[in-house]
């Protein structure tokens, strides 16, 4: 055969085709997510096959995680992501947008927005948007405690000492607790040398992170912490004796979770990115985060908590009115610090 011009590159066109198809590898995209890495993926899980029914080719991987791990992992990347989106608080939100890892969501890009709460998107400081939320509360054994505490000031009355849980700060539960406590007792939110002073009157064991925390209260190891509120719900729901309170003085307390978007993805993410937060913003995803096991607390006016939520949940008018988060953004920066102070203080627990 003459090879000619047309020869040749006909060719090679057909030989790149076979190798790589460009229809083909346009339609198939993984998306990668950090998660929970327990059963509160499920309304995640479940949105993400909502994205891949809408487009096919499309599929969501969900891996669990500190988002601390995850924006460590983003940093040393130095090019391609590992992750292209995450569910993400908002101490965590503050933390990243220090470390310029986070895209910024358009909001007019993501239409279910209208119908959430006005109370929930300042959480997500103009970058991410909120989804549901996490209370922080007080989890108990109910063989060991009949009259829980329902205040933090309740935890110095001397009948817990020895006998209670603290999480480590570098986990958004343990940082927000200690906020809490300097609160209850008139002191700044960021002032955590004074926590964490309160919290060594208590003698506490500690757990590195909340899901050993539940672990340590269903061993019998002690016999309350601080817990979020799904932790508790999952662990109630597996028919272990586990109690909660909707611990006041502040609160109840709530930590909004939040979809981010990260720095360095793929070509076309951002569109997946927002039609999928669209979808979890649906009333049939958020109808399901609320409901058993998880009873995720919703973002979308209108949609009503179980009646098996209300212990976790706040529901009634007098607990939606005096609902409120922590002030993230003044003790967040601290993180770091408090950490050392606090692995230093609490070495021998």
């Known amino acids: 055969m003459k090879l000619t011009r047309r020869s040749v590159v006909g060719g090679l066109t057909a030989a790149t085709a076979l190798a790589s198809p460009v229809i083909l590898r346009a339609a198939t995209r993984e998306l990668v997510m950090t998660g929970y890495g327990n059963d509160s993926d499920a309304p995640l899980i479940a949105a993400g096959e909502e994205l891949a029914r809408r487009n096919p080719g499309v599929s969501l991987r969900i891996i669990g995680g500190l988002s601390s791990e995850a924006l460590a992992q983003i940093k040393a990347a130095r090019g391609n ?3 292209d989106l995450g569910v993400m608080g908002s101490p965590a939100i503050i933390n990243a947008l220090a470390e310029d890892v986070l895209v910024p969501l358009d909001f007019s890009k993501i239409p279910n927005t209208a119908n959430v709460d006005p109370k929930f998107p300042s959480y997500g400081y103009d970058v991410g948007q909120p989804i549901w939320f996490e209370g922080i509360g007080i989890a108990y054994d109910k063989t060991k405690i009949t009259t829980p505490p329902t205040t933090w000031e309740e935890l110095w009355s001397g009948d817990y000492t020895g006998r209670i849980g603290m999480c480590r700060p570098q986990s958004n539960l343990g940082l927000g607790v200690l906020a809490a406590t300097s609160e209850a007792f008139g002191m700044p939110q960021s002032d955590m040398d004074f926590a964490l002073n309160k919290w060594m009157e208590l003698d506490p064991l500690v757990g590195r992170s909340p899901p050993l925390l539940q672990q340590m209260i269903e061993r019998g190891e002690v016999d309350l912490a601080p817990l979020w509120h799904v932790n508790s719900a999952l662990a109630a729901n597996s028919g272990l004796p586990i109690g909660y309170t909707k611990i006041t003085g502040p609160g109840p307390l709530m930590l909004p979770t939040n979809i981010v978007q990260f720095v360095n ?6 569109d997946l990115v927002h039609e999928f937060t669209d979808i979890l913003l649906t009333p049939e995803i958020q109808s399901m985060a609320g409901s058993a096991p998880i009873y995720f607390g919703t973002v979308v ?9 209300a212990p976790y949940v706040p529901s009634t008018p007098e607990e939606l009115a005096t609902t409120t988060s922590l002030q993230w953004p003044d003790f967040a920066p601290l993180r770091g610090q408090t950490v050392e102070s606090f692995d230093r203080m609490f070495a021998a627990t």
């Not at 993805?265 to 951002?270: K, L, R, S, V």
């Not at 209108?302 to 009646?307: F, K, L, R």
Request: glycine share 12%.
């Open 265 to 270: 993805t793929q070509d076309g993410t951002a």
């Open 301 to 309: 006016e209108g949609i009503e908590v179980p009646a098996e939520a």
């Open 81 to 83: 992501s590992p992750y």
